[in-house]
């Protein structure tokens, strides 16, 4: 269950949490006209340090231009608000999730004359997939549903109505006893997880679906391609069919939920030893170390958020 925290960032003013509500006629409800960001905060020993924040508003300004959703904010004042949001809730690590989403006003599909409201609100949030996830791997299917057809709704833009495909994927690999699901594009090749990327690693070669099979134009995805290339281990964006899933040495997932996340079996298939493998492994060390601060941020990645007086009140 969600703990609030103190504020939430709504149109340019810190308001309570249990203060930032929205009509149930808002186009949102109705039409799943939103679109969000998931962004994480980690401690560092410097102080808390907002990961790649400049990358993720700039996603949500994509997924906004994709539905003509005009946001009345420029990334510099997003990225203002995210890091005074953190400081002013006295966060130490948490997950950031802005939200732009069509409000109230009329009613019906036309959505251009309903008011855009942005919301930020931040929470903290444990390891996504259980808690031994990250270590041991998860058990995972292909999902009978696939990834939502190119030309339905875009991909490339995360976007609340998008996810009701996800929950389709998640539901499914839950009610079957699985911790999540893979699903296909519509061509039947490898997409994503309902919530990741996804990986496969075959003699040392790691392997990961294009922009193109339906996915999302992950964050976590950018910093796996980027870890690869500094580590030294080729990787390649291209079309993975899903029987190559079954016959790899490793698999793993990478979102800002689940972090770098191996998978050891998929449709009860063991994948390589049946836990995590040593590339997953190696991406994991470096990605930990950079974003808690153990070793220097060579890319920048990292966005400091002042930590609040000790004694000042609010
Ligand atoms: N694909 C999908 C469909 C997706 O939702 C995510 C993030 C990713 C890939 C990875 O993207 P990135 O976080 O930029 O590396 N999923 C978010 C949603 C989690 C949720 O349940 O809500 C996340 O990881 O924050």
Request: aromatic share 8%; hydrophobic share 40%.
């Amino acid at each position: 269950m969600l703990t609030p925290t103190e504020k939430i960032w709504h149109n340019g003013r810190f308001i309570a949490w249990d203060e930032a509500r929205i009509h149930v006629l808002s186009h949102v409800v109705s039409y799943g006209t939103s679109v969000f960001e998931g962004i994480r905060c980690y401690e560092t020993p410097t102080g808390p340090s907002i990961f790649r924040l400049r990358e993720h508003i700039r996603r949500m300004l994509d997924s906004a231009k994709i539905y003509r959703m005009e946001i009345p904010y420029s990334l510099e004042e997003l990225a203002e608000a995210m890091v005074e949001l953190v400081r002013i809730n006295k966060m130490r690590s948490c997950y950031i999730r802005p939200i732009a989403l069509r409000g109230y006003g009329e009613m019906g599909v036309y959505s251009l004359k309903n008011p855009v409201e942005v919301f930020v609100a931040c929470w903290e949030w444990g390891k996504y997939l259980g808690e031994e996830a990250l270590a041991q791997g998860v058990d995972v299917c292909v999902s009978s549903w696939n990834r939502m057809a190119p030309n339905t709704l875009p991909a490339l833009a995360k976007a609340g109505a998008n996810y009701m495909n996800s929950q389709l994927i998640k539901m499914e690999a839950v009610a079957n006893g699985y911790a999540e699901g893979i699903a296909l594009d519509v061509s039947g090749y490898v997409s994503e997880g309902s919530g990741e990327n996804i990986y496969v690693v075959r003699d040392g070669k790691i392997y990961t679906p294009p922009l193109g099979a339906s996915v999302l134009p992950g964050i976590t995805r950018a910093t796996v391609i980027q870890l690869a290339e500094d580590l030294g281990i080729p990787l390649i964006e291209t079309l993975v069919p899903r029987e190559m899933l079954y016959i790899a040495d490793e698999v793993f997932f990478s979102g800002t939920a689940a972090e770098i996340t191996p998978i050891r079996s998929i449709d009860k298939i063991v994948i390589g030893q049946g836990r995590r493998g040593p590339v997953a492994e190696k991406l994991q060390h470096e990605f930990f170390a950079i974003i808690e601060g153990r070793k220097p941020d060579r890319h920048g990645w990292l966005t400091p958020v002042p930590v609040a007086e000790p004694s000042q009140a609010r």
